[in-house]
């Protein structure tokens, strides 16, 4: 990575203080560009506070950005959290596979960011293409989300670093942040359409074919489109107030950006108490995260074994959960226990949850016990079991160290 970091750093200091050399703007780009900044500034209430620096970037130098800054549009996301998670629900067998496949998606699928580090909102020519005085109607609509970013950067307190958010909270930011920005976008599109402002094949032809792991392109269906159906169902209570006053009131969890009838209700995450597993496992074993998943990941870890619609049921009744994942240095396998607890009735809706896992056991796990039912799969063994509020889970790479965390996890 340190050579990276070193290209990185050639790499904004070429761009930044170059871009009026190599990629000039003329003076009727310009003059378009204006008037997107002019249409998102009122249309969503928002004046432009400052001007934004822009720069119109290769796809190249849009990978080279990805590689070293995991950027996400607007956000940083955490590799290393990120790739451990999805090791432990399944999701990857690798974490090399996960940060190879995120970094590839975005230097193929994004079109523009706006990083608040650098305060500048980064165009990408379409591959082989030079800049020239219009902007094609797909672009001219990825400049006015990327552009409202920049407002929201302007006007609202929000904090970036990712040590501050679990990885539920953070998921659900992100569906305000881009939800906000598709809202925009959609209403430029509208207005473009109304207004002949360009070919509107262009939004077809633009689209990119993917190899994004399905993890990834269910997460970023939830954050762009979840989002965006968030973001409209507030603004459809009380206009761009309510969902400007979102940013000061953050959404906490997946489970009210896909229910905002619960953001509305202030239902917030149950905190849910985890003992300590790290005296069960021994001193080899290293923390890697204590995060909450929320009902996204949850619903996403039941999806490969059954109907997504039936995971996303059984999950409904998520009231809130913590997660620690740790890893053993030497052999690299990944231990973890979930306590998860649930909405009132709490016996209900965990019975609708321990039924439907109990089937998943039952159908794709090597049962090795039954009471505390336990299943071997990929050479690791989960068990679960459940006390009066909460499920734990647990997983080990034998069963023996599997039952011994449900052991002590489920202890009074
Ligand atoms: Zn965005």
């Known amino acids: 990575m340190k050579k990276l970091g070193m290209f990185f750093i050639l790499i904004i200091f070429i761009i930044i203080p170059a871009f009026a050399q190599t990629t000039e703007i003329s003076a009727e780009l310009e003059a378009q560009l204006t008037a997107i900044e002019i249409f998102v500034s009122e249309n969503r209430g928002l004046p432009i506070l400052e001007p934004v620096p822009v720069q119109f970037i290769t796809r190249q130098q849009a990978r080279d950005i990805a590689i070293e800054s995991a ?6 996301v955490d590799l290393n959290q990120q790739g451990l998670l999805y090791r432990a629900l399944g999701f990857v067998s690798d974490a090399n596979i996960f ?56 006007h609202f307190e929000i904090p970036i670093e990712k040590e501050r958010y679990t990885t539920d909270q953070f998921l659900a930011l992100r569906a305000l942040i881009e939800g906000d920005a598709n809202l925009v976008q959609r209403n430029y599109v509208l207005y473009g359409i109304e207004n002949n402002l360009g070919d509107i094949n262009s939004l077809q032809s633009s689209q990119t074919v993917t190899d994004a792991l399905p993890i990834m392109k269910n997460e970023e269906n ?4 979840g989002g965006l159906q968030f973001v409209m169902t507030i603004h459809a209570t009380g206009g761009w107030d309510a969902v400007n006053a979102m940013y000061a009131n953050l959404p906490q969890s997946s489970e009210q950006i896909l229910q905002p009838a619960k953001y509305i209700a202030g239902d917030m995450p149950i905190p849910v108490e985890l003992a300590d597993i790290s005296g069960v496992l021994g001193d080899d074993w290293q923390l890697g995260v204590t995060t909450t998943i929320g009902q996204f990941y949850l619903s996403e870890y039941l999806s490969p074994y059954t109907a997504s619609s039936l995971a996303y049921q059984a999950t409904n009744g998520w009231g809130g959960d913590t997660m620690s994942i740790y890893q053993h240095p030497n052999t690299n396998e990944l231990a973890w226990a979930l306590g998860i607890t649930w909405d009132a009735p709490i016996e209900k809706e965990q019975r609708e949850f321990s039924d439907l896992y ?7 796990f090597d049962i090795v016990s039954e009471t505390p039912l336990c299943g071997v799969l990929d050479g690791m063994t989960t068990c679960f079991a459940n006390t009066d509020t909460t499920t734990f889970i647990t997983s080990a790479p034998t069963t023996d160290l599997a039952q011994a965390l449900l052991t002590h996890v489920t202890a009074e």
Do not use: K, R, W
């Not at 950027?71 to 940083?76: A, E, M, Y």
């Not at 939830?222 to 489109?225: D, R």
């Open 358 to 364: 109990t089937q998943i056991f039952e159908m794709g």
């Open 222 to 225: 939830l954050v762009y489109i």
């Open 71 to 76: 950027l996400n549009d607007f956000l940083v």
């Open 99 to 154: 940060a190879e496949a995120y970094v590839a998606s975005l230097g193929e699928t994004v079109v523009g960011f706006y990083l608040p580090e650098l305060g500048g909102l980064n165009m990408i020519l379409p591959e082989g293409e030079s800049l020239g005085d219009n902007l094609s109607f797909y672009q001219q609509s990825i400049y006015a989300h990327e552009f409202l970013h920049a407002l929201q950067d302007q």
